[in-house]
């Protein structure tokens, strides 16, 4: 539950409240399950975007041999590059359009169905998925589920490896003839051990028809291929990525395929980072790290996406990222990293980065200190990005965070005389014991692309107070 007194900042009225709940409720009895969410929202201003709803129901049954769930369901074929969904856990989402606050999840209303027999598996998967974009309270006037799903996937394991094949029909009503054929796909990949120490996934998808060149990879064609390498020996380990998507950006966004951007968890970084072009896009992501006997960490990464939006304009996204974790006897731990990158979507010619972490322990408490600074050149503008906090925190009882972040980006100014912007917050929780915790924002807070597990999602901006309890019972 969620309650915010505040509003986006420089919009009037600057305080208007909103209450947000999300309620899971599940239960099991042996092999069988049963699960329904409940979403209510009730904002100060406008009632028609006010609800109550049941968003999900989901009957499951589990065996040795056969899994069975109905209802919403979050399902997957390979590494998503046809189809997968996903939930964020905690994430809300809200859009300026909109203005309704809403669970961020991407589920499936239909059926998943796994068969398991020795080295064999069969899964059959069939529902229409769910459009997130659009907020629930549309949901008389646009069909938020615009994309059915139908298809199977089939492999077998011999000893570590394990061959699969994936076959995908796919309706949608955007289709400029509502009585057309689904399309269809295929796709074949490979999962498994080579050599003790090296690791292989590889994926090859392909949208098919009547008489289709499946040797065909030209500029008409619609496939989307995955390669990933892991290889380590002793404390030195490599993860070598690659990509090529073409022509493969699915309905309203059904399909999800490895990003090959590192996710990174620094607040300036993450909000930085770079989402993916299906319609054209190829690259890889390489990543080298190594431990030390005394347990520090290195780690480089590198990453790099190509695309051609047309034959003229060929822009190049390229990052360069390197991290180094140690100790300083038992009390003080830090990581400290640097960053480069050239992000022509965004038009930075150039991005630089750094930052540190220091995490340092006291009798019964701990504290962090988290400092990034970045500095961007966008065409004809040059500007800084600061983000400092501290936390003093008794761990898995309560935390104080006192944090600010700063910018000179002019496309954050409030009006165009201000030199710089700034955003002050105070974050505190208390967590009485392990099935509740309470948390509390206070100040102005910076929106903007939040990515997590692989899914990028925007964030809007706050000023006021937001209250928010989880609990379990």
């Known amino acids: 539950m969620e309650y915010q007194l505040g509003n986006i900042p420089e919009q009037k009225p600057a305080y208007q409240s909103s209450l947000y709940d999300m309620l899971d409720l599940s239960y099991r009895y042996k092999s069988f399950g049963l699960d329904t969410r409940i979403e209510q929202y009730y904002p100060s201003f406008g009632e028609d975007i006010s609800y109550t709803r049941v968003s999900q129901f989901k009957f499951s049954y589990r065996s040795d041999i056969l899994d069975v769930e109905l209802g919403n369901v979050y399902a997957s074929f390979g590494r998503g590059l046809l189809m997968r969904t996903y939930e964020i856990p905690g994430s809300i989402w809200e859009t300026r359009g909109y203005r309704v606050r809403y669970g961020f999840y991407k589920d499936l209303l239909g059926g998943a169905v796994k068969l398991k027999y020795k080295n064999a598996e069969l899964k059959l998967i069939r529902g229409e998925v769910l459009d997130v974009t659009l907020p629930p309270t549309i949901a008389d006037d646009v069909n938020r589920r615009p994309d059915l799903i139908e298809g199977v996937q089939a492999s077998y394991r011999m000893g570590q490896q394990n061959l699969g094949l994936i076959y995908m029909r796919h309706h949608t009503e955007s289709q400029s003839n509502p009585d057309a054929d689904p399309a269809k796909y295929l796709s074949i990949y490979y999962d498994g051990m080579v050599l003790d120490k090296v690791s292989i996934y590889g994926e090859m998808a392909k949208k098919v028809g009547d008489g289709t060149d499946m040797t065909d990879f030209s500029e008409s064609s619609a496939y989307a291929g995955y390669l990933g390498i892991n290889f380590y020996l002793g404390n030195f380990g490599v993860s070598l990525e690659y990509k090529n998507y073409h022509n493969f950006s699915l309905g309203t966004g059904i399909n999800d395929p490895p990003t090959l951007v590192k996710e990174q968890s620094y607040r300036l970084l993450n909000r930085s980072t770079h989402i993916p072009i299906l319609t054209d896009e190829s690259g890889y992501q390489l990543e080298i790290y190594y431990t030390q006997e005394n347990g520090n960490i290195w780690t480089f990464n590198t990453s790099r996406a190509e695309n051609q939006i047309s034959p003229d304009d060929e822009p190049v996204f390229q ?13 003080l731990s ?21 930052g540190t972490n220091l995490d340092l322990a006291h009798e019964k408490m701990a504290s962090t200190l988290e400092f990034e600074w970045q500095y961007i050149e966008r065409l004809n503008d040059q500007f800084s990005n600061l983000y400092l906090a501290y936390t003093l925190a008794k761990p898995s009882k309560y935390s104080a965070s006192l ?18 912007n700034y955003y002050p917050a105070f974050v505190g929780s208390y967590r009485p014991n392990a099935k509740n915790i309470l948390t509390l924002f206070a100040g102005k807070r910076r929106g903007g692309p939040a990515c997590n597990s692989g899914v990028c999602y925007n964030v809007l901006d706050f000023e006021g107070i937001e209250l928010r309890l989880n609990t379990r019972f």
């Not at 990052?319 to 009390?331: K, L, T």
């Not at 990293?337 to 630089?352: L, Q, S, T």
Request: hydrophobic share 35%; glycine share 4%.
């Open 319 to 331: 990052e360069y990222f390197g991290e180094y974790q140690f100790s300083v006897g038992d009390q």
């Open 334 to 354: 830090s990581k400290i990293f640097v960053d480069y990158a050239i992000d022509p979507f965004d038009n930075e010619d150039h991005r630089y980065a750094a």
């Open 403 to 420: 944090l600010i972040e700063w910018t000179a980006d002019p496309i954050q100014l409030a009006s165009d005389s201000d030199p710089f």
